[in-house]
T-cell receptor, first 111, second 117 residues
Framework: KQEVTQIPAALSVPEGENLVLNCSFT??????LQWFRQDPGKGLTSLLL?????REQTSGRLNASLDKSSGRSTLYIAASQPGDSATYLC??????????FGSGTRLQVQP | NAGVTQTPKFRILKIGQSMTLQCAQD?????MYWYRQDPGMGLKLIYY???????DKGEVPNGYNVSRSTTEDFPLRLELAAPSQTSVYFC????????????????FGNGTRLTVT
């Protein structure tokens, strides 16, 4: 059974800092990995999707990497801003039913 | 283009009552999903559908039922509500033309917050 773990569970950083969020998964036989952002009381917004054949994806200040063999992904946020404060979730698709989600990292960027 | 629309946003049920959570998408997506999110936890899949008339159980289907009579709508039915069903429910959709939803990001609704007392 696929399990997804996100560390740390919560993170507080000053504005402008570069930061890394971690995601690990137990079964390396995945089709893709997605990073989502969730604002309080809202649904999830897809940030980046990395196919199993890819090593990384970039969107603006966000960069996500994928190392399938070690079962790890990182989300790098450059020059963090207060507007980046949210919960970030990663999820993997292993071809069995649907995505398996981690429990998220709650990020607070202090102005 | 509204995306994924869920109604209601909030609901309080008494134990044993029933209700239907509505979900509609206007993106012509073939895959639709229902997840529940408990505090501090990730999302768990309840049911999913790969197209009209086709549904299947997810990780936590007990106490729920779904139907998919059209591409756009995917309602979730709770029968005999229990306190364990207190949660936030999210509907999501995606598109795949290769039989596997492996290339399309998920689009989520804003959720329904349900309390059973």
């Amino acid at each position: 059974k696929q399990e997804v773990t996100q560390i740390p569970a919560a993170l507080s950083v000053p504005e402008g800092e570069n930061l890394v969020l971690n995601c690990s998964f137990t079964d390396s036989a995945i089709y893709n990995l997605q990073w989502f952002r969730q604002d309080p009381g809202k649904g999830l917004t897809s940030l980046l999707l990395i196919q199993s054949s890819q090593r990384e994806q970039t969107s603006g200040r966000l960069n996500a990497s994928l190392d399938k063999s070690s079962g790890r992904s990182t989300l790098y946020i450059a020059a963090s801003q207060p507007g980046d404060s949210a919960t970030y979730l990663c999820a993997v698709y292993s071809g069995r039913r649907a995505l398996t989600f981690g429990s998220g990292t709650r990020l607070q960027v202090q102005p | 283009n509204a995306g994924v629309t869920q109604t209601p946003k909030f609901r309080i049920l008494k134990i044993g009552q029933s209700m239907t959570l509505q979900c509609a998408q206007d993106m012509n997506h073939n895959y639709m999903y229902w997840y529940r999110q408990d505090p501090g936890m990730g999302l768990k899949l309840i049911y999913y559908s790969v197209g009209a008339g086709i549904t299947d159980k997810g990780e936590v289907p007990n106490g729920y039922n779904v139907s998919r009579s059209t591409t756009e709508d995917f309602p979730l039915r709770l029968e005999l509500a229990a306190p364990s069903q207190t949660s936030v429910y999210f509907c999501a959709s995606s598109y795949s033309n290769r039989g596997q939803p492996d290339s399309s990001p998920l689009h989520f609704g804003n959720g329904t917050r349900l309390t059973v007392t």
